[in-house]
């Protein structure tokens, strides 16, 4: 009997695994830009019909963020490394004021590949005391709401990464001392921002070192990228990998040990039916394991024509827009169908062993995994769930409380002694860390739906 009442209560939690986010990909201010850092401003347009998609996106898919790329050159009408140029700024500013106003989240992407006109940022191009400037000034203009996300850079590729390191610390430094000290900061590694290579390639490992002015980690999110076709170039409509075992698994082992947080920015499939069947499921995965994958953000839609082969740009029928069936099924569907909406992130640290404090974001409804047994470390304390399972059984027999309380008791032990990736109980002190940490067994849902699963044991017993 213990067993199968301890086998619902996981079974219950774990159903409403979710990512928090879930959105897709705005282009048009980054036409005309290539790998090497390149970008004609003739080609560089606001996403067609922003307003429009946006609202439909929120209001008919439930996405909660965009990405919006744009390049360094567009920002300063060419002339980078001075003050933003405020015609181009302001361009760019109406379209994130349209996302800001839905309530999503809105991240801003530098679309140049670590480099200007083919030399790298801090390894020969522009310095990092120049990127560093133009970080300080977007954070300026963007401080004052905690829903905008910092993209530091889009896929830089071909750099020595703990060089880069340091030029992704320099960044940081900039926005959190300009006054943003609550929004996410997004670091990509080598390799296009690889999840495939994230961790074999040594940049997880560089970019651990990156830290607020304070010396925590609250809010410095990992960036990661993903393709699905044969050389992850994202330019074939067929699909040929479903990026687990091979990427995101790997990936999720890493975040889960070192305490930490990703976020796929980009990722995209063709309309081919192998795509359908790996797109989905890769998607699955990053819900299923949402402890350390904040959510997704699918490439794309705005400006791109609907015959692109990575197209997720709605079409109107009807006056109405009307998703594509890869955006419908693959990128809307595993989220919708994964469970309770979480909240967004709120900053948090936390402690977790006698020798290793972790800092990630977390909620006041932030709840561990039971499943990740194997695979996390850490320390946490069942609060909230042993609270409601009180209340749910105050007309109990004194029997029934008494194994129900047995019941408790082993399994707060089995978490205290696996992973606790949200983090332990307590207030936080540092300025990028405003609310204290709530953990709870189960993983990301909310809190009716874990007094569900408790009532569901409850009913069982009795």
Sequence with gaps: MFFNMLFLLVGATIAVAKVQFMGINLAGFDFGCSIDGACSLGSAQSPS???????????????????????????TNNKVGSTLDADKLGQYDQVMQTCLATGAH???????????????????????????????QLATKYK??????????????????????????????????????????????NNFASAGQFVPNGSGAALLRVVNPDGSTTGL?????????????GEHSTCTTDNINDAF???????????????????????????????????????????????YIAWAAGSFDTSYVLSLTPTKQNGKYVDNSLASQC????????????????????????????????????????????TVVGTSTNTLDTTLATSAVSASTSASSTFLTTTLGLVSGIQTATAGVAGGTGTTSSPFQTQSILPNLGSRGSAPGILAGWLVIIAVFL
């Design 49 to 75: 019909d922003a307003s429009g998609q946006i609202t439909h996106f929120v209001n008919d898919d439930q996405m909660n963020v965009f990405r919006f790329p744009v390049s360094w050159q567009f920002l």
């Design 106 to 136: 809105c991240a801003i992407d530098i679309h140049n590949f670590a480099r200007v006109d083919g030399k790298i940022i801090g390894q020969g191009g522009p310095s990092n005391e120049q990127f560093a400037d133009l970080w300080t």
């Design 144 to 189: 004052s709401n905690d829903k905008v996300i910092f993209g530091l850079m889009n896929e830089p590729h071909d750099v020595d990464i703990n060089v880069w390191a340091n030029t992704v610390q320099a960044a940081v430094t900039a926005i959190r001392n300009a006054g943003a000290t609550s929004q996410l900061i997004l670091m990509p590694g």
């Design 221 to 233: 999110i990992m960036d990661l990228h993903k393709y699905l076709d044969e050389d992850n170039s």
């Design 249 to 295: 698994a790997v990936v999720a082992a890493f975040l889960r040990e070192n305490g930490r947080l990703g976020l796929v920015s980009e990722t995209g499939a063709g309309s081919d039916a192998s795509c359908f069947t790996n797109f989905c499921a890769q998607n699955t995965f990053l819900n299923q394991n949402s402890d350390v994958f904040l959510g």
């Design 331 to 374: 990128v809307v569907a595993p989220f919708l169908n994964a469970g309770a909406a979480t909240a967004a992130p709120a900053a948090a640290s936390a402690t977790v062993s006698p020798t290793t404090t972790i800092t990630q974001m977390s909620t006041t409804t932030r709840y561990t995994t039971i499943s990740s047994v194997t």
